[in-house]
């Protein structure tokens, strides 16, 4: 198992601006990967993030909006920048802990509301 | 579009009967299939998986059956609790990868 830590738990922002949410994990993970989950919604995955290279983006999301660092095993970060309402979103951060198995573990996630 | 998804948005259950929630997907080169219950304001959290080379897999108090003739996953909840009320979700594993479906809100009636 593991236990992830994200901030902020939430945070109102203004169009235009830019937040970074913090992933903090209790162990050493080589797997993290960030979802969003709109109100309602299912939840979308935005990039894998492995340690010591670039964060692989999925169709539809890319650096320039999301900007991820992964500079350890335990510690990741998601930037939203450049913010509108259509950001406005839960993102979650996860770890796999056994490899190839799907059986992820999820941070409370960050509540983000974009006026 | 998604490839995996749910038959039901909604299903509610009276407390101690049997729950059953369905999910269609259409990657057949899936390895495994999970389903992820997620509470009100947390993260989702791993209720149990199934390979793909398996038609069912039991656990407490839950069974996930695979049809892969018609690529059908459901998940049964047997004796259906208060604290089973939640967002139920099916995901698929594929190329390193876990994509969810649309979810299935559970609400128990006492």
């Known amino acids: 198992s593991a236990v992830i830590s994200q901030k902020p738990s939430r945070d109102i922002c203004q169009r235009g601006t830019s937040l970074t949410i913090q992933c903090q994990v209790d162990s050493q993970v080589t797997m993290m990967f960030w979802y969003r989950q709109q109100p309602g919604q299912s939840l979308t995955l935005i990039a894998t993030a492995n340690q010591g290279s670039e964060a692989t983006y999925e169709s539809g999301f890319v650096i320039d909006k999301f900007p991820i660092s992964r500079p350890n095993l335990t510690f990741s970060t998601l930037t939203v920048s450049n913010m509108s309402p259509e950001d406005s979103s839960i993102y979650l951060c996860?770890?796999?802990?056994?490899?190839?198995?799907?059986?992820?573990?999820f941070g409370e996630g960050s509540r983000l509301t974009v006026l | 579009g998604e490839s995996v998804g749910l038959h039901l948005p909604t299903l509610s259950v009276q407390e101690g009967d049997n729950s059953i929630i369905n999910c269609a997907y259409s990657n057949s080169a899936s390895d495994y299939f999970i389903w992820y219950k997620q509470e009100s304001g947390k993260g989702p959290q791993f209720i149990i998986d199934i390979r793909s080379n398996m038609d069912k897999r039991q656990g407490q108090r839950v069974t996930v059956l695979l049809n892969k003739t018609v690529k059908h996953l459901s998940l049964q909840i047997a004796a259906t609790q208060p604290g089973d009320s939640a967002v139920y979700f099916c995901a698929e594993y594929w190329d390193y990868k876990l994509s969810f479906g649309a979810g299935t809100t559970v609400t128990v009636r006492a």
């Open positions: 996860s770890v796999e802990t056994q490899r190839n198995t799907g059986e992820l573990f």
